[in-house]
């Protein structure tokens, strides 16, 4: 595009340069006056060419715009100069013309019949000089529209620079980033690297590890059966308090046929025992029974001898027959002992603690205290305890000289 337009520049210049070129006779002077008026028409017609050339080429550039605006813009410098030159030979045609001029009056006054043919010649040269100017004026236009098209090229390619210079600094960040993910990847790989050796030497000392595990296992398998006898023991507590509860209440028609102000009456006496009865243990466990109901609003028990006797027995049968359970050695239901010594009641329970194992039991206050925990701790003999219609109790309580301990006692109403 800008190539075809300093060809239309560089046409107008040559022919400037020839019309310059005035001979000082008159017939050379009207023969270069013609010459560039023909000149002109042709250089139209090579423009009107040029012209369409620069539209096809226009239309092929579109690919390559960015490349040849710098190219355009250097040669609208070039094109710049050249039309100061053209300017400059302007100039000195006008010179030129005005020494022709001069010529020509100076040869009037020579002779007055060549005055005509002078002014004809003249006429002829101010009217070339008219289509030159006019020339001119059309190539400085062009001139001017060839810089316009390179300013504007210019102007995109300082767009493209500075797009170019915004996706530099995008890929700038962009190569930063992954230099910091590569950082970070080092780091990871370097503590994989520690995390390997870790796991190594934890490889190597699990041999020791596993033997130090196998000693103390040893050991303690050897303090589980030292310990055994006595976690035996604990484990019958549990069982007595799971299975000593026994909660019996008479039907109403019983209530209604009985004497509510009935005396109980006193069976049998009892034999002396063959085992160590812990009485302070017994006296023990009726003040904690009594300070647990009043605590909750109850009225206390008392203690009854003939009671006592009932719950003596059930602690002889259960040793002598080394058994521990509600129902008794001929199979019938604990409560008989009631009958058996003439005892009489509307309401009755019984509950039972055993414990064995060597040292469990160093005192009978610790007996006691022991029974009450696993009393209260389960929630059948805690709520035989709570029942506020009990108002006495028997109690016994025996060692039987083998690492056993049992005790008894028996709620009425």
């Given amino acids: 595009m800008l ?8 046409g107008c210049n040559r022919q400037q340069t020839q019309e310059v070129s005035v001979s000082p006779s008159s017939q050379a002077a009207s023969s270069q006056a013609a010459e560039p008026k023909d000149a002109a028409s042709s250089e139209t017609s090579e423009n009107q060419a040029d012209t369409q050339a620069f539209s096809e080429r226009e239309e092929n550039c579109n690919g390559s715009f960015f490349r040849s605006a710098v190219q355009a813009f250097d040669r609208v410098e070039e094109l710049r100069a050249q039309v100061e030159q053209l300017a ?7 010179q030129g013309l005005a020494q022709q001029t001069q010529q020509l009056l100076a040869q009037a006054e020579d002779s007055t019949d060549s005055l005509a043919a002078a002014v004809e010649q003249l006429e002829a040269i101010s009217v070339s000089s008219e289509e030159a100017i006019a020339d001119l004026a059309d190539t400085h236009q062009q001139a001017q529209q060839l810089l316009d098209t390179a300013q504007q090229a210019a102007d995109a390619a300082q767009d493209a620079a500075q797009q170019i210079t915004s996706q530099k600094a995008m890929a700038q960040s962009v190569a930063d980033l992954a230099q910091e993910n590569v950082q970070q990847m080092q780091q990871v790989f370097d503590q994989l690297t520690l995390n390997r050796d870790q ?3 934890l490889l190597s000392s699990i041999p020791t590890q596993l033997q130090q595990l196998i000693e103390r296992l040893a050991q303690q398998q050897t303090v589980q059966a030292q310990e055994q006898e006595q976690q035996h023991a604990e484990e019958e507590i549990v ?15 019983e ?7 009935k005396a109980i009456s006193v069976g049998s006496g009892v034999s002396s025992s063959r085992y160590d009865r812990q009485t302070q243990a017994e006296a023990e466990m009726l003040r904690q029974i009594n300070d647990y109901r009043t605590s909750l609003g109850l009225p206390e028990v008392k203690r009854d001898s003939e009671l006592d006797r009932c719950a003596v027995i059930r602690c002889e049968e259960m040793l002598d027959h080394d058994v ?6 001929d199979g019938s239901n604990w409560d008989t002992v009631l009958t058996d010594e003439g005892v009489d009641a509307f309401a009755w329970g019984e509950i039972q603690y055993r414990v064995r194992g060597e040292n469990v039991i160093t005192s009978q206050s610790q007996l006691a205290q022991r029974a009450m925990n696993g009393w209260k701790g389960s929630s059948g003999h805690d709520a035989i ?10 109690i016994a309580a025996y060692y039987d000289g ?4 049992i005790a008894n006692i028996i709620f009425i109403q």
Avoid: K
């Fill in 88 to 94: 400059g030979q302007m100039q000195e045609f006008q």
């Fill in 402 to 405: 083998n690492q056993c301990w």
């Fill in 3 to 10: 190539i075809a337009a300093v060809l239309v520049l560089g």
């Fill in 199 to 201: 796991a190594q030497q």
């Fill in 324 to 329: 521990f359970s509600h129902t008794r050695p």
């Fill in 255 to 261: 209530e209604a046929s009985s004497n509510s102000g």
């Fill in 239 to 253: 069982i007595a308090q799971d299975e000593a509860i026994t909660v019996m209440l008479p039907t109403p028609q």
């Fill in 385 to 394: 305890l709570r029942t506020g219609t009990y108002d006495r109790v028997g």
